[in-house]
Protein backbone atom coordinates (compact mmCIF):
# COMPACT_ATOMS: atom_id res chain seq x y z
CA UNK A 1 0.00 0.00 0.00
CA UNK A 2 1.23 3.51 -0.96
CA UNK A 3 2.32 5.71 1.54
CA UNK A 4 0.09 8.76 2.86
CA UNK A 5 0.46 12.39 3.38
CA UNK A 6 -2.53 12.75 6.67
CA UNK A 7 -3.95 15.70 7.58
CA UNK A 8 -6.37 15.95 11.08
CA UNK A 9 -6.86 17.64 14.51
CA UNK A 10 -3.62 18.76 15.63
CA UNK A 11 -2.35 16.28 19.00
CA UNK A 12 -2.79 19.42 21.60
CA UNK A 13 -6.41 19.49 20.49
CA UNK A 14 -6.66 16.39 20.52
CA UNK A 15 -4.86 15.23 23.85
CA UNK A 16 -7.13 18.23 25.86
CA UNK A 17 -10.53 16.39 24.21
CA UNK A 18 -9.05 12.96 25.47
CA UNK A 19 -8.76 14.78 28.83
CA UNK A 20 -12.51 16.08 28.77
CA UNK A 21 -13.84 12.77 26.79
CA UNK A 22 -12.34 10.13 29.88
CA UNK A 23 -13.94 12.54 32.57
CA UNK A 24 -17.62 12.54 31.30
CA UNK A 25 -17.19 8.66 30.45
CA UNK A 26 -16.26 8.03 33.33
CA UNK A 27 -18.43 10.48 35.03
CA UNK A 28 -21.68 8.56 32.80
CA UNK A 29 -20.47 4.90 34.36
CA UNK A 30 -20.74 6.97 37.84
CA UNK A 31 -24.20 8.13 37.20
CA UNK A 32 -25.59 4.77 35.66
CA UNK A 33 -24.10 3.22 38.51
CA UNK A 34 -26.02 5.61 40.84
CA UNK A 35 -29.38 4.59 39.17
CA UNK A 36 -29.11 0.79 39.73
CA UNK A 37 -28.42 1.38 43.02
CA UNK A 38 -30.88 3.95 43.42
CA UNK A 39 -33.04 1.35 41.65
CA UNK A 40 -32.81 -1.14 44.09
CA UNK A 41 -33.15 1.19 46.92
CA UNK A 42 -36.52 2.32 45.73
CA UNK A 43 -35.61 5.79 45.33
CA UNK A 44 -37.06 5.99 41.89
CA UNK A 45 -37.17 9.71 41.31
CA UNK A 46 -33.59 9.94 41.98
CA UNK A 47 -33.16 6.64 39.76
CA UNK A 48 -34.52 8.35 37.04
CA UNK A 49 -32.40 11.52 37.09
CA UNK A 50 -29.38 9.46 37.30
CA UNK A 51 -30.22 7.87 34.03
CA UNK A 52 -31.00 11.06 32.51
CA UNK A 53 -27.61 12.26 33.64
CA UNK A 54 -26.07 9.13 32.20
CA UNK A 55 -27.48 9.91 28.86
CA UNK A 56 -26.82 13.40 28.59
CA UNK A 57 -22.90 12.39 29.44
CA UNK A 58 -22.63 9.60 26.80
CA UNK A 59 -24.15 11.88 24.05
CA UNK A 60 -22.01 14.25 25.23
CA UNK A 61 -18.99 11.48 24.73
CA UNK A 62 -19.93 10.45 21.30
CA UNK A 63 -20.58 13.64 19.85
CA UNK A 64 -16.93 14.99 21.45
CA UNK A 65 -15.53 11.77 20.08
CA UNK A 66 -16.79 12.50 16.35
CA UNK A 67 -16.54 16.11 16.30
CA UNK A 68 -12.19 15.47 17.68
CA UNK A 69 -10.75 12.11 15.88
CA UNK A 70 -12.62 11.33 12.37
CA UNK A 71 -12.57 14.03 10.02
CA UNK A 72 -9.07 14.15 8.13
CA UNK A 73 -7.53 14.31 4.22
CA UNK A 74 -4.74 12.31 3.19
CA UNK A 75 -2.99 11.61 0.14
CA UNK A 76 -1.51 8.72 -1.46
CA UNK A 77 0.35 8.46 -5.24
CA UNK A 78 -3.02 8.51 -7.16
CA UNK A 79 -5.77 10.26 -4.89
CA UNK A 80 -6.72 12.82 -2.36
CA UNK A 81 -9.11 11.71 0.57
CA UNK A 82 -11.65 13.50 2.56
CA UNK A 83 -13.45 12.08 5.29
CA UNK A 84 -15.75 14.23 6.49
CA UNK A 85 -19.70 13.99 8.47
CA UNK A 86 -22.40 12.71 5.81
CA UNK A 87 -23.92 16.10 6.65
CA UNK A 88 -20.36 18.07 5.39
CA UNK A 89 -20.53 21.11 8.05
CA UNK A 90 -21.16 19.87 11.58
CA UNK A 91 -20.34 16.67 13.63
CA UNK A 92 -24.22 15.82 14.80
CA UNK A 93 -27.83 15.19 12.80
CA UNK A 94 -28.58 18.83 12.62
CA UNK A 95 -31.32 17.46 9.41
CA UNK A 96 -33.18 14.57 11.75
CA UNK A 97 -36.64 15.53 11.40
CA UNK A 98 -37.09 15.40 15.06
CA UNK A 99 -35.74 18.33 15.73
CA UNK A 100 -35.58 17.60 19.69
CA UNK A 101 -32.73 14.99 18.95
CA UNK A 102 -30.53 16.90 16.10
CA UNK A 103 -28.16 17.43 18.41
CA UNK A 104 -27.92 14.64 20.38
CA UNK A 105 -27.40 11.95 17.32
CA UNK A 106 -23.36 12.04 16.34
CA UNK A 107 -23.37 12.52 12.42
CA UNK A 108 -22.22 9.43 10.11
CA UNK A 109 -18.64 9.58 8.51
CA UNK A 110 -17.80 9.47 4.76
CA UNK A 111 -14.91 9.60 2.48
CA UNK A 112 -15.22 11.14 -0.82
CA UNK A 113 -11.51 9.65 -3.30
CA UNK A 114 -10.82 12.25 -5.61
CA UNK A 115 -8.02 11.51 -8.24
CA UNK A 116 -5.46 14.44 -7.97
CA UNK A 117 -5.46 15.20 -12.08
CA UNK A 118 -9.21 15.74 -11.57
CA UNK A 119 -8.69 18.67 -9.29
CA UNK A 120 -9.15 22.10 -10.86
CA UNK A 121 -9.26 23.92 -7.76
CA UNK A 122 -8.90 24.31 -4.08
CA UNK A 123 -10.06 27.35 -1.75
CA UNK A 124 -9.25 27.40 2.05
CA UNK A 125 -11.28 30.27 4.03
CA UNK A 126 -14.90 30.32 5.58
CA UNK A 127 -18.25 30.07 3.80
CA UNK A 128 -18.27 33.47 2.54
CA UNK A 129 -14.53 33.27 0.78
CA UNK A 130 -15.60 30.25 -0.97
CA UNK A 131 -18.95 31.65 -2.06
CA UNK A 132 -16.78 34.80 -3.37
CA UNK A 133 -14.68 32.92 -5.34
CA UNK A 134 -17.76 30.19 -7.09
CA UNK A 135 -20.51 30.23 -8.93
CA UNK A 136 -23.51 30.38 -7.22
CA UNK A 137 -24.75 27.23 -8.77
CA UNK A 138 -22.30 25.48 -7.20
CA UNK A 139 -24.09 22.49 -4.40
CA UNK A 140 -21.57 24.10 -1.64
CA UNK A 141 -23.63 27.31 -1.84
CA UNK A 142 -27.20 25.47 -1.92
CA UNK A 143 -25.99 23.60 0.75
CA UNK A 144 -24.77 26.00 3.31
CA UNK A 145 -27.75 28.25 2.50
CA UNK A 146 -29.97 26.17 5.22
CA UNK A 147 -27.27 26.62 7.65
CA UNK A 148 -27.10 30.72 7.19
CA UNK A 149 -30.83 31.01 7.13
CA UNK A 150 -31.13 28.61 10.36
CA UNK A 151 -32.56 30.20 13.68
CA UNK A 152 -29.95 28.77 15.62
CA UNK A 153 -27.43 31.50 16.48
CA UNK A 154 -24.57 29.07 17.62
CA UNK A 155 -24.80 26.57 14.36
CA UNK A 156 -24.31 29.58 12.01
CA UNK A 157 -21.92 31.18 13.95
CA UNK A 158 -20.08 28.25 14.01
CA UNK A 159 -20.21 27.51 10.03
CA UNK A 160 -19.65 31.18 9.32
CA UNK A 161 -16.23 31.18 11.40
CA UNK A 162 -14.73 27.86 10.50
CA UNK A 163 -11.93 27.30 7.56
CA UNK A 164 -13.60 25.12 5.47
CA UNK A 165 -11.19 23.31 2.14
CA UNK A 166 -12.74 23.53 -0.59
CA UNK A 167 -11.95 21.69 -4.44
CA UNK A 168 -13.40 21.75 -7.61
CA UNK A 169 -12.71 18.72 -10.61
CA UNK A 170 -12.58 19.98 -13.72
CA UNK A 171 -16.10 17.82 -13.96
CA UNK A 172 -17.48 20.69 -11.96
CA UNK A 173 -17.67 18.51 -9.15
CA UNK A 174 -17.25 20.04 -5.40
CA UNK A 175 -16.04 18.42 -2.35
CA UNK A 176 -15.41 20.42 0.94
CA UNK A 177 -15.12 19.82 4.63
CA UNK A 178 -14.53 21.63 7.73
CA UNK A 179 -10.29 21.65 8.97
CA UNK A 180 -11.04 23.62 12.78
CA UNK A 181 -8.28 22.41 14.71
CA UNK A 182 -6.30 20.87 12.17
CA UNK A 183 -2.40 20.82 11.99
CA UNK A 184 -2.17 23.54 9.35
CA UNK A 185 1.22 22.39 7.85
CA UNK A 186 0.07 19.15 7.19
CA UNK A 187 -2.81 20.55 5.17
CA UNK A 188 -0.18 23.13 3.54
CA UNK A 189 2.16 19.78 2.89
CA UNK A 190 -1.16 18.21 0.84
CA UNK A 191 -1.95 21.12 -1.46
CA UNK A 192 1.87 21.71 -2.24
CA UNK A 193 1.81 17.86 -2.93
CA UNK A 194 -0.99 18.06 -4.68
CA UNK A 195 0.39 21.44 -6.97
CA UNK A 196 3.49 19.46 -7.64
CA UNK A 197 1.79 16.62 -8.94
CA UNK A 198 -1.06 18.86 -10.95
CA UNK A 199 0.73 22.08 -11.65
CA UNK A 200 -2.85 23.63 -13.33
CA UNK A 201 -4.43 23.29 -9.95
CA UNK A 202 -5.46 27.04 -9.19
CA UNK A 203 -5.20 27.49 -5.11
CA UNK A 204 -6.50 30.52 -3.09
CA UNK A 205 -6.66 31.02 0.49
CA UNK A 206 -8.41 33.24 2.62
CA UNK A 207 -7.64 32.38 5.80
CA UNK A 208 -4.51 33.35 8.24
CA UNK A 209 -3.42 29.97 9.52
CA UNK A 210 -2.90 29.77 5.52
CA UNK A 211 -0.84 32.59 4.07
CA UNK A 212 1.92 30.56 3.69
CA UNK A 213 0.03 28.51 1.15
CA UNK A 214 2.44 29.69 -2.16
CA UNK A 215 3.36 27.35 -4.44
CA UNK A 216 4.80 28.87 -7.76
CA UNK A 217 3.66 27.15 -11.00
CA UNK A 218 6.41 25.19 -12.78
Not at 14 to 31: D, E, K, P
Not at 113 to 121: A, L, R, S
Request: glycine share 2%.
Amino acid sequence: MASRIKAYTMKKYRRANAIIITIFALLSCMAFIMAVFNMIKGNFLFAIACVIATILAVTYVLIRVNTVFPTSLSLDSVNLYMRNWSNDFLPYDYDNKIKILSEFIPAKIKTAQIPVDEIKTILIGTKNFIKRNISSEMEFVKNVRSLEQSKDYYRKRTVSSMDIFYLETYDMECYYMPIVHFNSKDVIKIVQTIRRRNADTDVKSGSRNYRSLRVPKR
